[in-house]
């Protein structure tokens, strides 16, 4: 029997501010995930120390005040698959991170909420007409010009990132299924613990500890900040859907672009800016359509 969660609440305000913390405190973690890459520790490392430190810090700042509540979940296979879901997306995104810069791997993450928007029939139900199908369509385009196949640019990693933002994609409609089933603690607790038990029989096959005390610091700011973003996140999900969060966190591309080029020397160039204009636009669109299509038709008018 799980803990008695707040309902799904309808406050969009908030859950919108909600997720742009989160993204704030996410930068931290991809900084340091990005900063350990470089200094050759290997990825499986890299994601372990991740879910390690949160799942370390989880327990001991809500078990004292939780006890037991804190693992009890009202749907444990959606718990575990959400928490698998998650371990792939850090996994693929660490990977990515050591062939190409933090701004293309976060913009093409960003097509996640084109993604959502594809699977939200299949799995939530949704009718998706044929103008969101359009903007889901251009998304990718955009995805083409940043990553640009056939040219000396193009890194086979930008695969990586896409199969990433397709479980980025998994893991949010998981969140929104999960709100008012599972108190935001108790998924953040599976949502560490299942990364690190996966992961425990290859985890310490190739360790290597950070040798300068910078990478000491990214080593520890890993697990509070990916425990401190996901928390917000899921909070976010209890008061709007994946459709009406996702394109706000697009906020996040210009604190990455400014941090890779003042930490890594990355800057983006002028096939990024474009690409990410276009990706932009369709996730915009999408949430535009969203919005109009939930508003209750109101006298003769017909907003559809």
Not at 152 to 159: L, T
Not at 182 to 211: E, K, M, N, R
Not at 238 to 255: D, H, I, K
Request: glycine residues 8%.
């Amino acid at each position: 029997m799980s803990a008695a969660v707040s309902p799904i609440e309808s406050r969009a305000n908030l859950g919108i501010a909600l997720v742009l913390t989160s993204q704030i405190v996410l930068l931290m973690l991809d900084i340091s995930a990005k900063w350990l890459s470089v200094e050759g520790m290997p990825t499986t490392e890299i994601v372990f120390v991740r879910y390690g430190m949160h799942l370390a810090l989880l327990l001991l700042l809500f078990l004292p005040v939780s006890g037991a509540r804190l693992f009890q979940t009202g749907n444990l296979k959606l718990e575990i698959l959400r928490g698998a879901c998650l371990l792939i997306t850090t996994g693929l995104n660490f990977l990515a991170m050591k062939f190409l810069p933090l701004t293309v791997t976060a913009a093409i993450q960003f097509t996640s909420p084109l993604i959502i928007c594809a699977l939200s029939g299949p799995l939530l139900g949704d009718k998706v007409g044929w103008r969101r199908w359009l903007a889901i369509g251009c998304g990718f385009v955009g995805i083409l010009i940043i990553v640009r196949p056939g040219s000396e640019a193009f890194q086979p990693a930008a695969f990586l990132s896409l199969a990433c933002a397709f479980f980025l994609a998994l893991f949010s409609i998981l969140t929104r299924k999960l709100a008012g089933v599972d108190s935001a603690q108790t998924q953040q607790f599976f949502a560490g613990a299942t990364p690190v038990i996966l992961l425990l029989p290859v985890a310490f096959t190739d360790w290597v500890w950070p040798s300068q005390p910078i990478s000491w610091v990214a080593f520890f700011v890993m697990g509070a900040a990916g425990l401190g973003g996901h928390f917000l996140n899921s909070v976010a999900h209890r008061f709007a859907t994946p459709a009406t969060l996702a394109p706000f966190s697009y906020l996040s591309l210009v604190y990455l672009s400014i941090a890779s080029w003042l930490i890594f020397n990355e800057p983006p160039d002028e096939w990024f800016i474009l690409g990410v204009g276009i990706i932009i636009s369709s996730g915009l669109y999408i949430w535009l359509r969203e919005r109009q299509l939930s508003r209750p038709v109101t006298g003769e008018v017909n907003l559809r």
